[in-house]
Each structure stands twice: as C-alpha cells, then as structure tokens.
C-alpha cells in the first residue's frame, strides 16, 4: 500500500507505520457503536451533594493544599474562533454576492447577524473595535455592514477571523476588557494554586497563535500575580503532528494531493491525550476555553472544582490503599476483605463484571481486582439536561464485557437501534467538560494514559481537498474514548458552572454581561 517515499514521509512526521494501517483498517470496517446499557441518573451513577457537603468538600480540599497537594490546570485552546464568528462569514459571503441592500440581507435572511448588528455596543470588544472605525459604529448608512464585518474579522481591526476563541475579548470590566484565557488564569489563581501560591497553568496551541498567546499571558499575569497574591507557571504546546491521521479516498485508498504526497489531518481533541500524558501533577484539572464567566458568577464554579477535586483524591486514597494490600503478599488477603474490595468497585466505583464472569481461583479474582483498581481515576461534573437530550453519561458495555461509567458522544450511540435510541433519549445530564483527573499510581510513578483508551471509539466524516472527496478520521476523543478505560465518578454540578460560548452572540446572554 506504501510506498518507500510514503514511508520516508510517515517517518519524518513521528508517526508509526503500524498505526497508520489501525487507521486505513479503521476507514474499511467503520468504527462499531457503543452499547450503552441505561443513562446515568441521581444515585445510580451520578451522585448529587447538599450545600453542607459541598462546603466540607471544599474545607477538606484547601486543607490538602495546604498539606502539599499540586494540582495542574489544562486548557484546550487551540480551537480558532472563525466558528464563533460563522454568521458574519455567511452574511459578509453573501452581501458580496446578492445585488440586495446589505441591511435587507441582514435583517430577512442573517437573523443571527441581525442579533450582532443590534447590540453591538454591548460586546465586551465594542470600544476597540471603534476606534478601529474611526471612533464611530452607527448603522447610518455612512458605515456599510460589511465594513464593520471586515474590522472584526480582519487585520484591518480586529482579526477575529484569524486569532484563537482563548484570545477574543469576552467580557468587560470596569477597569477594562479580558479574554477568556484571562478568565482562565483566574479561575486557576482562585482553586488551582498550591501551597506556596504557585498556578500551573497549561495550554494546548495552534502554533501560528502561540506567540500571541505568551504576549497576553505575560501581560495579564503582572496584573493578576499582585492582585491574587500567586505566582503564574504558564506552558503551552502543540498538538503533535505525529498524531494526525491519514486520509483516504472514497475507495478507502490513501488520499494522494497533486504531487503524489499522503495528506494528514489533525486528529481531534483526542490527539490532545499525548499532551496531557506529559504533564505531571498530583491533581489535573480540565476544562474548555470558552467556558468562562465574570468574577460576579465565578464562586459556584470555583466552589464545585475544589470539591470534585476533594472527592477524587478521597476515592484516590481508597483505591491506593486496596491496592497496596492487594499486591502485598506478607499476609494472606481475608475473603471478607475480597468481598469489600469487590463491593466497592462495583457499588462505589461504578464497574460491573462481565456477565456470567466466575473466578477458578482466589489469585485470578485478586489479579482482576488490581488491575481494574490500578487505572487513571477522573471525576467528572455533570449538569442537568434542560434542552434536548444527547451525548452524556451513560453506564455502558466495554470490550471486555465489563460495564462501566462512560461519557458518551450521540455519535457513539446508534440511533437506528429502537432500545438503544430510547436509552438515549432518557438521559438526564449530559457532559460539560468540567474534570478532575487523577494519573498517578498508587506508587506515586505516572500512568501511561495512552494505554487506557478505547481505539474503537473514533469516528469518520467526509470532508475534501483540492476538489476532491476524502475520508477523515478522528481519535477517540479526549474526555470520552482516550478515557474509556478510566475509573469514572460522576458528580452532578449546578448548571451555572456551565456558559460556553459557540456564537459570538452567546456573549450577548446575561452570564457574559456586565450588572
């Protein structure tokens, strides 16, 4: 299938031979769907906390700092900011190419950019995108729509078009505008320094914005270390080009482009697993880059990360225990003790045997025992389902017949399948990307994570290149398949801790809005 230059061309990339043909083989068969068993609800599976417990939570978690805890801050925020900003492409798009007044294209058949136009003093990067203007934005017919458009998405003002989500203006202050990566060095100073008020803070990058991002960055952390009282270690990588995938042609061949060279796509957030697997901390926490609030909604979020991170080390320190019993032989193991260590990682730790599943012996229970105790551990935060339902937490089968917790994409679950499109649709909570990971052993040495994800849960979809159809493949995404073999807990979490930002006019809702 490849040829000596094709093999030269997957050498300098990092990738591996045999990985690139898991791929191919993946394009062949597809990728088989998850067989979810039944939704995640309120005590059984998602557990729910009172107001007192989540304060005892948080106590115990500031004490644990204070005892030399490290926790670590992960942000995704390679993500360019074009999508946030598709209604005013379509728009820009087809004012250029329709003979009808902008304002009329606007107001009949942009509704969303309609929305922007209105109110768009109220964004939190209103005031510099006037001077940009020449001091002034009225829609007075002297300013054309698209000229505004071409000074938020180009270099003529703004350059939203170009910049990352982490670095457009967000939210106003009275001492002036921060991007939601500043919003994100908050939040860290407010639950992730340790006890000598360092923050580590890391950020997944494009490397073309990477220079943009240290220049904020340095910026805003000589405003917020004094004002904090911490300290900011601040890195940033890239996601690795060894973990792109190929693509192929409708005949599941190698997609060639015109000079006879394999093309390779970026992978996905799931490529993002061999950035996190290098990081090293005590906790990680883990969160998307738009979902940010102001300082005035902040306290419940910081409230619920301290304590999901609580509940993750208390866990931690079960399993840790279980374990180092379980692998010392000094003194035989009781069978009353087997019964409760069974107990817990079925009743408390959510993993079900498979069905049927009997043990010849007492050594090939504890074996079974240790090595589903010995796995990355993450606690994950769930907000209740208010809209439609889909992708979220579900009990599931994995490969090895077992049933867990898994955070469940609707892409996973098919929904030509009757029984498993009603499983679906009584789902209760779904997943807002609010985790607490735990990746170190009960020996204190890293796992490594790579070894506990599912390949199986990829997905394919049909873009093109050059005028021609292709085939891409994704990893199995990061909080889902890259962590399918991990000890879940799911914990629900009040849905103010949840205010992406997918169109710009999100800013527009009164969580992003100033009092």
């Known amino acids: ?29 597809g990728f088989p769907f998850l067989k979810v068993i039944r939704p995640a609800t309120i005590g059984d599976g998602i557990i729910r906390f009172d107001e007192g417990q989540v304060t005892e939570a948080v106590r115990q978690y500031v004490q644990k700092v204070k005892d030399g805890l490290q926790p670590v801050k992960f942000v995704p ?37 309609m929305v922007f136009f209105n109110h768009l003093s109220k964004f939190a990067f209103y005031e510099e995108l006037a001077v940009s203007l020449g001091g002034s934005t009225e829609l007075n017919g002297r300013l054309k729509y ?75 952390a000589q405003h917020f270390e004094p004002k904090y009282g911490v300290k900011y270690d ?14 192929v042609d409708p005949e599941n061949e190698p997609f060639r482009l ?14 993002l697993l061999d ?24 306290k419940e979020t910081v409230r619920y990360k301290m304590a999901l991170a609580n509940i993750l080390t208390e866990y931690q320190e079960r399993i840790f225990g279980y374990l180092k019993t379980l692998e010392s032989q000094s003194d035989p193991i009781s069978d009353q ?74 892409s996973q679950i098919d929904h030509h399948n009757e029984e498993q499109k009603t499983i679906a649709h009584h789902s209760t909570h779904f997943n807002p990307v ?33 005028g021609k159809t292709l085939k891409a493949q994704e990893l199995p995404g990061l909080w889902n398949g890259a962590m399918a073999d991990w000890i879940t807990l799911f914990v629900e979490v009040p849905v103010i801790t949840f205010n992406p930002v997918k169109t710009v006019n999100d800013l527009l809702r009164p969580e992003h809005q100033p009092l």
């Open 258 to 271: 015109s000079d006879g060279s394999l093309f390779f796509r970026p992978a996905g957030h799931g490529a």
């Open 146 to 220: 698209c000229d505004i458009i071409d000074h938020v998405l180009s270099d003529k003002g703004l350059n939203y078009g170009f910049l990352p989500k982490g670095l457009i203006d967000f939210h106003l202050y009275s001492d002036g505008v921060r991007t939601s990566v500043e919003e994100h060095m908050v939040e860290g100073a407010l639950y992730g320094a340790d006890n000598r008020g360092n923050v580590k803070l890391h950020f997944t990058v494009s490397p073309e914005h990477l220079g943009f991002f240290i220049k904020k960055t340095s910026q805003a």
């Open 337 to 410: 003790l087997i019964a409760e260590i069974t107990s817990f990682l079925e009743k408390d730790l959510c993993t079900e045997p498979a069905d049927n599943q009997y043990y010849e012996s007492k050594s090939t229970l504890i074996h079974y025992l240790f090595n589903k105790l010995n796995r990355p551990i993450r606690v994950c935060g769930m907000v209740k389902n208010e809209g439609e339902p889909g992708g979220g937490p579900f009990w599931a089968r994995n490969a090895d017949g077992t049933i867990s917790l898994q955070v469940v994409e609707s």
């Open 275 to 298: 950035n996190l697997n290098e990081l090293n901390g005590d906790i990680l926490f883990i969160k998307n880059i738009d979902n940010v609030v102001p300082d005035r909604l902040k």
């Open 234 to 247: 601040i890195t940033f990588s890239e996601q690795k080009p060894s973990t792109d995938t190929i693509a």
């Open 1 to 29: 299938m490849f040829t000596s230059a094709d093999i030269e061309q997957i050498e300098k990339r990092g990738s591996d031979l045999s990985e690139i043909e898991k791929q191919i083989t993946h394009f062949r068969k």
């Open 434 to 466: 609010d985790l607490v990971c735990g990746v170190k052993d009960f020996k204190g040495g890293k796992f490594d994570l790579s070894k506990f994800r599912d390949p199986e849960t990829g997905f394919i979809s049909s873009k093109s290149k050059e």
């Open 77 to 113: 925020a390679s993500g360019a900011a074009s999508r946030m900003f598709q209604a005013l492409f379509s728009f820009a798009e087809a004012a250029e190419n329709d003979d009808v007044a902008a304002e009329i294209l606007a107001e009949h058949h942009h509704k969303g950019a």
